[in-house]
T-cell receptor, first 114, second 110 residues
């Protein structure tokens, strides 16, 4: 199956700093990537849809100025959590859609904000 | 409001048992229904279902969709401890936007 990577896999940062998470589709081109957040023992919640070359579409309740998304190429999307606070601590997962419209998930990034 | 409901929320079975997981949905736009297995990290893809009544199989796992009654089931036969995971059901609403269910946690004991 298709491979999606995320970097870093784990990050610990101080409150007030910004954190960038990269999502790459390794063996296919993805015009659309998705960013999810998962809190402990809860399901995945879609944060935003990232389209290559255009602005991301954010779900209701997700602050676009806090969660900056850039989809610079057909294989790379980045999520930057700006001025992170402890309540932003979560598991962030990206997914990428291939030409057959199946979504493949990255391994996730665990963010801990102290 | 789009809803995807999975049941049961959790179950514990012995190795060798068969489990059936349910996923019902109520959405405005339906393109497909997908099943994922999530262990410690991100979900891994199991099945994508688009048509009613056509069973998809992969080893001991199988799944079927009923678009009239708006549900899908995932069966796991001859369960093994490696099947222990959270199984997620998601509906592809439109343009790849997924609505996930809360998941069913399956624990298989030796």
């Amino acid at each position: 199956g298709a491979v999606v990577s995320q970097h870093p896999s784990r990050v610990i940062c101080k409150s007030g700093t910004s954190v960038k998470i990269e999502c790459r589709s390794l063996d296919f081109q993805a015009t659309t990537m998705f960013w999810y957040r998962q809190f402990p023992k809860q399901s995945l919640m879609l944060m935003a849809t990232s389209n290559e070359g255009s602005k991301a579409t954010y779900e209701q309740g997700v602050e676009k100025d806090k969660f900056l998304i850039n989809h610079a190429s057909l294989t790379l999307s980045t999520l930057t959590v700006t001025s992170a606070h402890p309540e932003d601590s979560s598991f962030y997962i990206c997914s990428a859609r291939d030409g057959k419209e199946t979504q493949y998930f990255g391994p996730g990034t665990r963010l801990l904000v102290l | 409001e789009d809803k995807v409901v999975q049941s049961p929320l959790s179950l514990v079975v012995h190795e060798g048992d068969t489990v059936t997981l349910n996923c019902s949905y109520e959405v405005t736009n339906f393109r497909s229904l997908l099943w994922y297995k999530q262990e410690k990290k991100a979900p891994t893809f199991l099945f994508m279902l688009t048509s009613s009544g056509i069973e998809k199989k992969s080893g001991r796992l199988s799944s079927i969709l009923d678009k009239k009654e708006l549900f899908s089931i995932l069966n796991i036969t001859a369960t093994q401890t490696g099947d222990s995971a959270v199984y997620l059901c998601a509906v592809d609403l439109l343009w790849g936007k997924f609505q996930f269910g809360a998941g069913t946690q399956v624990v298989v004991t030796p």
